[in-house]
Nanobody, 120 residues
Framework: QVQLVESGGGLVQAGGALRLSCAASGSIFGVDNMGWYRQAPGKQRELVATVTSGGVTIYADSVKGRFTISRDNAKNAVFLQMNSLKPEDTAVYYC??????????????WGQGTQVTVSS
């Protein structure tokens, strides 16, 4: 069994910063890509940023230059530093990871989500 546990969401004023954390636990053999997605009310879930096990990153255009994704491979953790937050960043943020259990095929797992609210 694998769990992704997120933390760090909250309420912040526009221009402020938040740092999200997500740690994977359980019978993990390996972790490949890790990333963050978000879903605003009435909208589809969208990619925010991803990072490979080797540190290659991809960002949505809307967050480039403001958000930074990083990971700690030893702790199976991924982080999202969010600076210069805007009201349009308000959403539930979900952690995602491709994880292999007991040398089986990698599959995607989701965290429970953490609310980020940016007030104007």
């Amino acid at each position: 069994q694998v769990q992704l546990v997120e933390s760090g969401g909250g309420l912040v004023q526009a221009g402020g910063a938040l740092r999200l954390s997500c740690a994977a636990s359980g019978s993990i053999f390996g972790v490949d890509n890790m990333g963050w997605y978000r879903q605003a009310p009435g909208k589809q879930r969208e990619l925010v940023a991803t990072v490979t096990s080797g540190g290659v990153t991809i960002y949505a255009d809307s967050v480039k230059g403001r958000f930074t994704i990083s990971r700690d491979n030893a702790k199976n953790a991924v982080f999202l530093q969010m600076n210069s937050l805007k009201p349009e960043d308000t959403a539930v943020y979900y952690c995602n990871a491709l994880i292999s259990i007991a040398m089986q095929k990698y599959r995607g797992y989701w965290g429970q989500g953490t609310q980020v609210t940016v007030s104007s």
